[in-house]
Structure formats: structure tokens, C-alpha cells
């Protein structure tokens, strides 16, 4: 019964877009309840891995395995379906929507024959005030337009959404890069929980700080390379900073500045 | 519960579940305004209560009986399909300038189906309506694929339909840029009665019969039914606002619109929904053409003329965000309404009827400016 495969692994994963190399062999495993954290800095291959992850890009080469099999996802639906979900820092939801309509888009339950098939929102409704609730979120009402939520609020109706329809992995694009610390603090709280549910998390972010909050396992990206992965327990959160900057410079900036970066 | 005199202890074990409850309530009453206020439909009635008190003060008592209301619904119903159409496409995201042209094109095509190669009526509509969304499909898939603005593709089809409609009938009639007899050619039946004059007849005699309504000496109403334009119009409509408020459908649409990147990740097939929708209008513009065809009996090349414009003015007027992901068809169906009120309306007043286009235009500025208002509300933006 006991599975001891990876949730995700992949294995020298590369991507070219015509002669820009955005990854060149990047390996990441990814298990049951674990928050991995996957850092770097702009332009180091956060945004194409993920997008690769998430079936929006096919690799150009390289190994992917999911629970222990190979895939090869062609669309975006694909990894929905293999249980990895997505949430993008500004794409995740329709501000002039409902709550519920956000909820259950792409994925509205129908009742009735065709043609007269309808989506039942009443269900929608009482499912999203549920869920809103369980992770805090008092929801005045479901109808009310996500544009109301604050970030941090919508961030976390994005991860419940995702939890919701039955997601293995969360891949969770900057979550924090946009909101105050109140907020902040809030997401990194719902994180945790999805870890005890038992949900494999890849937490993308360039905020060392945020990262090493939650997080139980590090990836440092760079130049489209794995720089290495590290556990909690073996790496201070100062030497995390100076690697996924790339060492030396930083060091340098920082006793320029007396130590403040 | 409600003994005062139960001691304290009961009283707060027994107000710990009921206090969620209670809060609820309150919010529950207290968002009876905002849920009004979220009604994207609301500002397109407050126009049409405001209408119908100005035309009740100043135009002639006629314009408010069933003959007047006849008269003003029958040109609000013809543009109100082609409105609740394009506001539909607008909530998707998208603009479709050639409806009115289309209009034009579909008489020409409908017109030739019959006359030219003497088909049947029912099926010389079945070829309208496919021909018409074979080009709304071509419209949207030029702009999917291109993704260059709908307005700028539309707009080159207003001018290509326009144009062929023209070509079209001059071929077609060896010169003239009217086809005739295809009232005659279109025969007698129950298709035909679906398509043209008037529905409800029997319902009507028998109100004159029992006096509720105008009748002349001889017995017959004054107005014989309701023209089927006006029925189609209200099926349209409550068609509309099912698909849009309570289907799978709906909600793809709104997300389309609203943002089309979110709406991917999310699992919509947007590029499926925005070229239904182009479909969809192109299909609305033949039917008010089959329409208007038919009771007129003949077609011509400024058919459908600058109703593109009017079409998209009612849905702005309606509530539709000319960003897309917001709007409403019941909107566009007031929006129409206010649009043949003023219309026909300034003819039963004083006013030079060549008003309208200054109220048009005015109408159309305050619409817009509330809709943005209504959308920070909504969005809570600043």
C-alpha cells in the first residue's frame, strides 16, 4: 500500500526556445506532505520549470514522472487530471466574478438533460461557503465578486479551489510576492495546512524569509541549472540568501551595507 | 430560549451556536442593496423607468396604447435580438461591427435560397442561419488566430459584407439593390407564421370580444396580435439569461471575458466560447433578417444599416463593460426598449424627432460613466 515513489520527480529536464536555453537539466523530486521550495532569482528558470510542471510547455527533453510513472502532458488539462494544479499570482482568479463562479470554473457540476442542462448554484454556493469557512475566510456572501477579497484572501480561495477539486500537488506561482505582511502571513498559514493534508506543495518565491517559514526542502535554481537541494535542518537561511543570488556579490553588497540585504 | 429568567450559564451555552447563525442573518439583510446594486441590468431600468416617465409627461396618451406600445416594440424587438447577441459577445471579450451588415448579407442570401434556386422556406432558413454562422465562425476564428482586435476584423467585415451585399443584389437582380417577390416566393404556413406577422390572434379577439381592449365597430381589435418579432425578442432574452446566469455555458463566457488567461488555467475552452459567440451574433443578424425580410417582402442593401452601432449601444446601456466579463442580456432587452421608446416615441411628442440622436448620445455617455461606477463597486477597486 505504502507508496514510496516521489510525487513528482523529474530528471535532467531541458528546455530550448529556439537558441535561448531556459532549462538545461533540472532535477526535483517532490513527496507526500512536503512543502518544496523552489528559489531563484529573475531569469533563472522559475517561470518556465513551473510552466513545464504545469503542462503549458512540453520539455525538450528529460525525464517526468508522476507518482512513479511517465508522462508527457500536451496541455494544460492534462496535468489538471494527473492532479497537479496551478495557481498563478495574477491568473488565478476573475475579479468581477463570484466567489462561486471563481470556484467552480472549468469544473461546474451540471444537473438536468441536455439541452436544458444547468449548474446547480445552489450546491456552489453552500460547497463555497463551506469551504471558505474551513480555511477562515468569513465569505459575507458567495456571490459577492472575488474583486472584494483582498490578495491574500483570493491566493487562499485559489489553493482551496485547487485542494477542492482533488489535487495532489499544489504549484503555487509567487503566492506572497504581492501582499503586505498580514496577508502574507496568512497564506504561508494555509500552506502549512495543505502540507498536513498530506498534498505535495512546490512553493515558487525569491523571498528567502517566506520560504524558510514553511518550507522543508529547498531547490535553488540558477541559469536554468539546479544549484542543489537542501533540507531545512542543513542549510541556514543566510547561506540559502547568498546561493540563490548567486554568492559572492551579494556578500559584498551586504557588508557595503553593514549587513542589512 | 426566550424566559429571561433562565440562569446566565444556560443562556451563554445556549447563544454560542445560535450567534453565527444571527451574524449571518444581518449580513444577509444588509446585502439586499449590494445584490441590487450588483444587478448589472439595474442602471438600463432605472433608464427605461426614467423614459417612460418623460414620454408619459409630454408625448400624446396614443403613444401608451396597445397600438403605440405595438409601434414601439416592433423596431426595439428587431434590434434587440441583434443587442442581447452582441452583448452576450461582449461579456466574452469581444466586439462584432459587421451585425449590421450581416443583416444585409443574410437578406441577400436568404433572398437568392428562395428566388434563385426556388428552396423550400423552412429550408432556405435552415441555409441562412448556417451560412451566417459559417462567417461569425470565420470572424472568430480570424481574430483567435490572428489575436488581433475584434474590432479591427469586424470592422473590415462590416465593409466586406456591406459591399458583397451590394455586388450581390446587382448580380443577383441584374442591377437593382432590391430583390423583390420574396414575400410570394416564400409561401403560406406554419413556418412562415413562426417567421412573419402576427402571433397571439386568437388571445386578442377574445380580449376585444370581452372589452379589455381597443376594438373597432365591427368587432375585429384594433391591434390583431403581437407581431412575432416582439415573441422572439422575449425568447431570446429569457434564452439569454438562462444560458448566461444558470449553465456551464454561462459561466465560461463570463470568465472568457473577464480574463481569458485565468480562464485557460482554469480549464475553459476560451477560443471554443468566443468563436460560439461570433456564431451566435451572426446568427442573431439572420434571424433579425429572415425576420424583417419576410414582413417587408422584399430585401435591399442598406438593410441592417449602422445597426451594429445601435446593437452595442443598447448592450453598453444595459450594463455591459466594454472590457468584457460583466454585463447582462436582460440589460440589452431594456436597453433595446429604451432605444424604440425614444425613437418612435419623439414622433408622438413636439420635440423635432432628429433629437434622438443627441439623446442617444447622451444616453449612451451616462451609461458608460454609471457602468464604471457600478464595476469599482463591484470589483472594490479604486
Known amino acids: 500500500m505504502e507508496t514510496h515513489a516521489p510525487l513528482i520527480d523529474i530528471r535532467n529536464v531541458v528546455k530550448h526556445f529556439g537558441s535561448v536555453i531556459a532549462l538545461s537539466g533540472v532535477s526535483l523530486t517532490v513527496n507526500r506532505g512536503e512543502v518544496m521550495c523552489l528559489l531563484g532569482d529573475n531569469g533563472a528558470g ?8 504545469a503542462g503549458v510547455h512540453k520539455p525538450t527533453s528529460g525525464e517526468f514522472l508522476v507518482d512513479g510513472q511517465h508522462v508527457t502532458f500536451t496541455s494544460p488539462r492534462d496535468a489538471l487530471d494527473a492532479g497537479i494544479a496551478t495557481v498563478y499570482q495574477d ?64 491566493q487562499c480561495v485559489a489553493i482551496a479551489r485547487a485542494v477542492y477539486f482533488g489535487a495532489k500537488v499544489l504549484i503555487l506561482d509567487e503566492p506572497t510576492s504581492a501582499l503586505g505582511v498580514a496577508q502574507t502571513s496568512m497564506v504561508l498559514k494555509y500552506i502549512h495546512q495543505v502540507r498536513q493534508k498530506g498534498l505535495g506543495v512546490i512553493f515558487i518565491t525569491h523571498n ?18 539546479t544549484l542543489g537541494t537542501y533540507t531545512k535542518s542543513g542549510i541556514q537561511i543566510e547561506e540559502l540568501q547568498n546561493l540563490m543570488a548567486g554568492g559572492k556579490e551579494l556578500q559584498a553588497v551586504s557588508a557595503e551595507l553593514g549587513g542589512m540585504v | 430560549m426566550t424566559d429571561v429568567s433562565q440562569p446566565t450559564a444556560d443562556v451563554t451555552t445556549a447563544s454560542a451556536a445560535p450567534v453565527s447563525r444571527a451574524r449571518d442573518e444581518r449580513l444577509k439583510e444588509a446585502s439586499f442593496l449590494t445584490k441590487t446594486m450588483r444587478r448589472p441590468e439595474l442602471g438600463a431600468l432605472a433608464g427605461l423607468i426614467l423614459v417612460t416617465i418623460f414620454f408619459l409627461s409630454t408625448a400624446d396618451a396614443s403613444m401608451f396604447t396597445l397600438a403605440g406600445m405595438m409601434n414601439v416594440l416592433t423596431p426595439a424587438s428587431q434590434l434587440g435580438i441583434l443587442a442581447i447577441a452582441a452583448a452576450l459577445l461582449m461579456i466574452g471579450g469581444e466586439f462584432d461591427l459587421s451585425i449590421g451588415s450581416m443583416v444585409a448579407f443574410a437578406g441577400l442570401i436568404f433572398g437568392s435560397f428562395l428566388i434563385l434556386t426556388g428552396w423550400p422556406l423552412l429550408l432556405a432558413i435552415a441555409a441562412t442561419f ?29 465593409f466586406i459584407l456591406r459591399g458583397l451585399s451590394l455586388v450581390g443584389l446587382k448580380w443577383a437582380t441584374g442591377g437593382s439593390t432590391q430583390m423583390r417577390g420574396i414575400g410570394e416566393q416564400a409561401g403560406e404556413g406554419l413556418v412562415r407564421e413562426i417567421f412573419s406577422g402576427t402571433a397571439l390572434e386568437g388571445l ?25 418579432s416582439i415573441i422572439w425578442f422575449i425568447l431570446v432574452a429569457v434564452v439569454a439569461t438562462w444560458l448566461l446566469l444558470r449553465t456551464k455555458a454561462g459561466n465560461w463566457i463570463f470568465a472568457s471575458g473577464g480574463d481569458p488567461n485565468a480562464a485557460r488555467n482554469s480549464g475553459v475552452p476560451v477560443d471554443r466560447v468566443k468563436t460560439a459567440l461570433f456564431m451566435l451574433t451572426a446568427c442573431a443578424a439572420a434571424l433579425v433578417a429572415i425576420l424583417t425580410v419576410l414582413d417587408a417582402g422584399s430585401t435591399d442593401s442598406r438593410r441592417g444599416f449602422q445597426k451594429e452601432f445601435e446593437a452595442i449601444i443598447a448592450a453598453v446601456i444595459g450594463g455591459s463593460l466594454l472590457t468584457g466579463g460583466y454585463g447582462s442580456a436582460i440589460g440589452a432587452f431594456f436597453g433595446a426598449i429604451i432605444f424604440g421608446m425614444v425613437s418612435i416615441g419623439l414622433t408622438y411628442t413636439r420635440f423635432d424627432s432628429d433629437w434622438f440622436q443627441v439623446f442617444l448620445g447622451a444616453m449612451l455617455l451616462l451609461a458608460v460613466l454609471f457602468n464604471n461606477y457600478i464595476r469599482r463597486k463591484v470589483t472594490g477597486e479604486r
Not at chain 1, 46 to 53: A, F
Not at chain 2, 207 to 213: K, N, T
Request: glycine share 10%; aromatic share 10%; net charge positive.
Open chain 1, 46 to 53: 522559475k517561470s518556465t520549470l513551473i510552466k513545464t510542471l
Open chain 1, 91 to 154: 491568473l488565478a482568479m476573475i475579479p468581477l466574478m463570484s466567489v462561486t463562479r471563481n470556484f467552480f470554473m472549468g469544473r461546474e457540476p451540471v444537473k438536468g438533460f441536455w439541452p436544458f442542462r444547468y449548474v446547480d448554484f445552489d450546491y456552489c454556493d453552500e460547497v463555497t461557503r463551506e469551504e471558505m469557512h474551513r480555511i477562515g475566510i468569513d465569505v459575507r456572501d458567495p456571490n459577492q465578486a472575488v474583486g472584494t477579497l483582498s490578495g491574500g484572501e483570493r
Open chain 1, 208 to 225: 528567502v524569509r517566506h520560504a524558510y517559514a514553511v518550507g522543508d526542502r529547498f531547490t535553488v535554481l540558477n541559469r536554468g541549472k
Open chain 2, 130 to 158: 448556417a451560412v451566417a454562422a459559417l462567417l461569425g465562425g470565420l470572424n472568430g476564428q480570424i481574430v483567435i488566430r490572428t489575436r488581433l482586435p475584434s474590432f479591427i476584423v469586424t470592422l473590415a467585415f462590416l
Open chain 2, 204 to 228: 386578442f379577439s377574445w380580449l376585444a370580444a370581452h372589452d379589455v381592449i381597443a376594438k373597432f365597430p365591427n368587432g375585429t381589435p384594433t391591434v390583431t396580435g403581437v407581431p412575432v
